[in-house]
């Protein structure tokens, strides 16, 4: 096991003999590893859940029941496979479940499990750290009962639980119309209901992007059944609608929006999904040092790489949607092509025809993910909409009015330094939740183009820690500002 | 915070839509015997009772958990001992205590 207290004991492994550190055991991670051991080695196999499977295949606990196909419905078959992949790979891999990798350097990775934190060296690593909801506040967002699309669909896979009785979902991206179909589906025998669909995004958008959804048919056409499916029987589907305030004062009660000509509405609700899309987990990345750039079509700042899978730093792979929204099954390929790689460049060789083949595959996604984006729109007006009170922060509590204000008194700040004036992204979540909209409050404030504010930098520990575990063998940082 | 006060929302936020066969097993959350299902997470368990796992140190609003996925940090709850739990990503265990209104510093 190559664990280690010190820096320099990276540098007396060789490329040659070091098993290379698989970060994330999702579709690009379990991927990247069944290569490897296909290829003659034993990867590190780091994983923050006790299986395998990422969010979107996630297993459910030890002691449940049903089939793949009632929890993941068309992609039964895919997470099937995956599972299998991964159980197949447990003999074969050092395989680390629960352990959470919370700084990493140039030759180095800080793995906590319980509360315990071991340097890990690595020569060669593949991230493939995954997503979590793109957020955008709306008032009254930090009601029980309010929780992500992706939080909504956790609840339902991996507990067996609805997140209310009357459900309702708001925001937009594909992920909205499944949601809204698995709840609705999985609760009309236990008295669920989805109480509406409330799209952001305008129903012209979706003529506009289906020659380029054409590119994945099998995907349009399982869009096109949800929504099918929900308005058979009989959910309120709305496009182009402004949510406005959740309502309640103790939990979620219902929640007041705008549609499209300008009506408002009140609907009760006991439940409410939120999400725009995805936003990709680049911590790591960021604490590996990989250079980062604009990335328009995901409107965030994105690690930098090759096409298959190489960033900017020598010996760091990268895979999946924790380096660009792409979809589970772009993430399988890009897992695979990230592996093959690190492969080659062990080897000194030149891509093979797998290599090609898959470099061709994930060409053909980025037409496809530009069709989404034209579907499912990021609200751009989203920031001017913002009223001054409404809690950005969840963490600490910080309001748009506070930020516009520093933006004032400090003059356009880029991001950091308005979370260092302010605290946002400062919490507990490290800006997960807050990030994205504190950069379009401030881009807006400001006068600035989205991609001109600069992008929150990554700090150790990209979790909390335990207290015990900056005491333990092994660990050797100090402790941090944020617990 | 009066842990009477999250309870008075009434039901629980989480309603089970599937997989009702599994152990039944005893846990306590602010002292009080609450059950739960083996496989339950710390959040569904207490959700199926109340409205609320903690209040957050800035605003004083309840709380519930956001994410599901280990992202927010807005479920922690603490046992009697002081060990901090995030009730998402967190299994129950028979005998777990819990506390929803432990005192917590904000940082």
Known sequence: MSTSNSNSTAATYTTASAPPVIVGAGPAGIRAAQTLVAHGLRPILIDEAARGGGQIYRQPPPGFSRPPEALYGFEAGRARAVHEAWLALLPQVDYRPEHLVWNAGPGWLDVLQGERSQRLAWSQVIVATGATDRVLPLPGWTLPGVYTLGGAQVALKYQGCSIGQRVLLTGTGPLLYLVAYQIAKAGRAHGVQVAGVLDTAGWAGKIAALPALLNQPATLAKGQYFLAWLLAHGVPVHWGVQPLQVLGRERVEGLHWRDRQGREHSTEADGLALGYALRSETQLADLLDCRFEFNALNRSHLPVRDAAGRSSVAGVYLAGDGAGIQGADAAEWAGERAALALLEDRQGLAPGPRSRALDAKLAGIARFRQGLETAFPFPTDWAAQAPDELVVCRCENITAGELRQQVKDSGAPELNRLKALSRVGMGRCQGRMCGLAAAEILAHASGQPIDQVGRLRAQAPIKPLPLMAYASPGAEGTAPEND | ?107
């Open chain 2, 1 to 107: 915070m009066n842990p009477h006060a999250l309870k008075k929302a009434g039901l629980g936020l989480l309603h089970r839509v599937a997989e009702t066969g599994r152990t039944p097993l005893t846990l306590l959350v602010d002292g009080q015997p609450v059950q739960a299902l083996a496989g339950d997470t710390v959040l569904t368990a207490i959700l199926q009772h109340q409205a609320a796992l903690r209040h957050n140190e800035f605003s004083g609003q309840p709380r519930a958990g956001f994410c599901l996925m280990g992202a927010c940090q807005d479920c922690w709850v603490r046992t009697p001992q002081g060990q901090r739990l995030r009730a998402c990503s967190t299994l129950v265990s028979p005998g777990l205590s819990v506390l929803t209104h432990a005192e917590e510093s904000p940082l």
